[in-house]
């Protein structure tokens, strides 16, 4: 599979309104566009989310910070309103844990898709030093 990463700067970022949207062909045309704009976003987002836990005394799953993620879906909730507070909540903490996995899987040169839990079975810490 070929990367390719966008810059979230290219994308997309005003697709269709719904009301302007006629047919099936238009809607799934307009969220695409809306899902390479989110996967740019997110890319750039994890990227971020990993010089975080670089810069932090205590990074990665070790380092986390609830209140910080709390504030962070207080500020989000009033541009999601028809999602509402509880589902964005539960949206972001996937998005949050999947940023965390990347950092950790990124700095301990597996390649591989890291499962917190999955080290502890085995017994092998992926990186001890990791976020210290
Ligand atoms: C990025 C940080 O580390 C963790 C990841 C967060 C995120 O992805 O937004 C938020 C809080 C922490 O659990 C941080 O502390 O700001």
Known sequence: ???QVLDPAETVVAPPR????????QARAAIDDIDAALAALLERR????????????VGGFAG?????????????????PSLGPERLARIMKVVIEAGLEAA??????TGRETDPEADS????????????
């Open 1 to 3: 599979m070929t990367d």
């Open 18 to 25: 719904p009301e302007e949207i006629a047919t099936l062909a």
């Open 46 to 57: 994890a990227a971020v989310a990993a010089v975080v836990q670089r810069l932090k005394p």
């Open 64 to 80: 986390r910070d609830p209140e910080r993620e709390r504030r962070i879906v207080a500020a989000m909730a009033p541009l999601a």
């Open 104 to 109: 950790q899987e990124a700095r301990s040169g």
């Open 121 to 132: 079975e085995t017994g092998a810490e992926a990186d001890p030093s990791a976020g210290r």
